[in-house]
């Protein structure tokens, strides 16, 4: 049986104005300077106490911001100028790789298992993963811990499985689960930064990681 992982935001889904926008109205509610867009996407990947620890500072009222934004995600969500949309091609992709006989799609994600719920019911992808690992459930990439679950749920061993993202933290945490990965570069990070943090291949576009899958699992 061949594993594959997906990150989610900013390799399945492109979630730049989400982000940028509930940023923009949660440090305004607790009067902090806003963080720059560059700040902001620079963490994109890590679990949302962690982000914001690293934008406010550890004196700020972390949890309390996490609530907002809890409270926040459902209305931004609500509207199409903020709500996460799918990079083209990528639909089509996981409903080819869920229909392979022998292959199994997993999910490992900054995002909390109740936040990304919602999401992935919109865009009908409920099906697709056999698991979801978030970030309630083990250690902020880019610790292992999310990848050795998913392993440790579907029998399969490192050897068939791969991880795909696009930030350094990915592809640093595919390498600590012992994981090859392929990093997308329509995402937070650039190749070079994926290359130097330990990514197996780096691909361009959908129809390139399509191809790119195959010839990695098949190594």
Not at 33 to 61: H, Q, R
Not at 117 to 140: C, H, K, V, Y
Not at 141 to 159: I, R, S
Not at 189 to 201: E, M, N, T
Request: charge should be negative.
């Amino acid at each position: 049986m061949k594993l594959i992982i997906f990150d989610f935001d900013g390799t399945l889904v492109d979630s730049r104005s989400l982000i940028l926008e509930s940023h923009r109205i949660v440090f305004a509610e607790f009067q902090l300077p806003a963080p720059s867009p560059a700040d902001s996407l620079a963490l994109v990947g890590k679990s949302l106490d962690v982000i914001l620890t690293e934008l406010a500072g550890p004196t700020a009222p972390i949890l309390e911001m996490v609530r907002a934004y809890d409270l926040l995600l459902p209305q931004l969500r609500a509207d199409p100028a903020f709500a996460e949309r799918p990079f083209d091609g990528v639909g089509e992709l996981l409903s080819e790789l869920s229909s392979t006989s022998d292959t199994v799609l997993g999910m490992a994600t900054g995002h909390r298992s109740d936040t990304l719920a919602p999401a992935l019911e919109a865009l009908r992808w409920n099906g697709f993963f056999q698991t979801i690992q978030a970030a309630d459930m083990a250690p902020s990439k880019p610790h292992p811990g999310m990848l050795l679950q998913a392993l440790a749920a579907t029998g399969a061993t490192p050897e068939n499985a791969i991880f795909i993202g696009d930030t350094t933290f990915d592809m640093e945490m595919a390498q600590a689960a012992q994981l090859r990965s392929i990093g997308v570069c329509w995402g937070y990070h650039q190749a070079d930064r994926l290359v130097a943090a330990g990514a197996h291949r780096v691909v361009k576009a959908v129809d390139e990681l399509r191809s790119c899958i195959r010839s990695v699992m098949n190594e």
